[in-house]
């Protein structure tokens, strides 16, 4: 069952790492790809490979006369919040109310007033400790829940099916050793979104800044005109960014810039910002907008304070589906044939599917039944992975030449 998949694999900790600088950026992804590799062998799927860059890959045979498709899941979780010792609850029949967690803290109506859209549902939620680790165990589950559906019910025809588990997705990594001459498909899709009637394939731009400040040290009792404190001089930075333009702040198609990581001392500080929007002209001005703050600080200062580098992470997948909409015209032919309606998101966020598809492998993302990704408040419900399971049988059932 579905359920128990994901019961089963969200114990595994699998939490990647920003600082590492080796592939995978942390060992114990490994644990759960050994484990899934197990699986995948005691179903009967094909061409099974778990590489050293701990990618886990498979094919499953399917009737030529239909096109090739790919799934992809990443295993690893996000680092922004602890992924050991989870321990999954499972909420029967939810009532609409605030979900006090086992730790006492409580994920509230007032806060989180998606909940209201489950009631009666079934939810997986947290102990309170930890993430849940359903972004994207549930997209791994759900794949292999399809996988061994049509292996158990021959009867269904279905085109030819490439899997492929990924580490490292939630730092940026997720396709850095992908292996493209091993996952030859017509056009791919990643099962890594929240709603199953959602589909994205448009998201941010991508790009992150690190900017590094250095100060002028002198004993504090003779400082005067000729200190510069560099972490005053890294809230100054930040307090000259654009207010408005932050995560907590904007909505829909709104671009930010998020500090995500502030240190130092008097010496030297630094801080990291990603940057994202889902225009690249916007995201144009917003990166040249770090560059201007940086050479005011050092005309201000009267010598090279700020260093400001930026690097770019992923482009928007857009416009790589102009003349390709049968990709998508396939998901909402599926999501009417089972009752769903289908939505179109913009992810505010990036993909690997992004990444795959400006190297040549189309590929849109589709929900997993997750809510509030990346810390104490993620839950899953069981009725909406169940229906991206429904949905992902109907799209290789209806995938004809």
Not at 36 to 50: A, C, N, R, Y
């Amino acid at each position: 069952m579905l359920k128990d998949k994901l019961l089963d694999y969200v114990q595994y900790e699998t939490t990647s790492s920003e600082e590492s600088e080796s592939s995978p950026t942390t060992s114990c992804q490994f644990d759960l790809a050994r484990h899934l590799l197990s699986q995948l062998e005691e179903m009967g799927v094909k061409e099974i490979v778990l590489d050293e860059y701990c990618y886990v890959y498979g094919y499953l045979e399917g009737d030529p006369e239909y096109q090739t498709l790919g799934l992809i899941a990443h295993m690893d979780t996000s680092p922004q919040a602890s992924g050991k010792n989870v321990k999954p609850k499972m909420i029967e029949n939810y009532d609409g109310k605030d979900i006090v967690l086992d730790n006492g803290i409580v994920t509230s109506v007032e806060r989180f007033p998606n909940l209201k859209n489950y009631i009666g549902k079934t939810l997986m939620v947290t102990d309170g400790n930890t993430l849940l680790g359903a972004d994207d165990k549930a997209g791994v589950a759900i794949i292999m829940e399809v996988l061994e559906t049509l292996i158990s019910h021959p009867e269904i025809k279905h085109g030819p099916v490439r899997i492929c588990f990924t580490p490292d997705e939630e730092v940026g990594k997720g396709t850095a050793h992908f292996d493209y001459d091993r996952f030859k498909v017509d056009y791919a899709y990643t099962v890594d979104g929240d709603e199953p009637n959602n589909i994205a394939y448009e998201n941010f731009n991508g790009a992150a800044s690190d900017v590094e400040i250095t100060g002028i040290l002198v004993h504090p009792g003779s400082a005067k005109d000729i200190m510069v404190n560099a972490l005053t001089v890294a809230h100054e930075f930040h307090d000259m960014m654009d207010k408005d333009a932050v995560p907590e702040k904007t909505q829909g198609y709104e671009g930010f810039n998020m500090l995500e990581h502030l240190s130092g001392d008097v010496a030297k500080a630094k801080l990291h910002y990603i940057i994202r929007n889902h225009d690249a002209d916007k995201l144009e001005k917003q990166k040249h907008d770090f560059e201007i703050i940086r050479d005011k600080l050092n005309e201000k200062y009267g010598y090279e304070a700020v260093k400001v580098e930026i690097k770019d992470s992923y482009r928007n997948m857009k416009e790589k589906f102009v003349g390709h909409e049968d990709i998508i015209d396939l998901v909402k032919k599926a999501m009417a044939n089972i009752g769903l309606d289908y939505k179109e998101i913009a992810i505010r966020g990036g993909t690997d599917g992004a990444v795959l598809t400006w190297n040549g492998i189309l590929c849109p993302n589709i929900g997993t039944g997750v809510q509030n990704f990346h810390g104490v408040h993620e839950f899953w419900c069981k009725e909406d992975g169940e229906k991206v399971v429904e949905l992902i049988l109907e799209m290789l059932k209806m995938a004809k030449k």
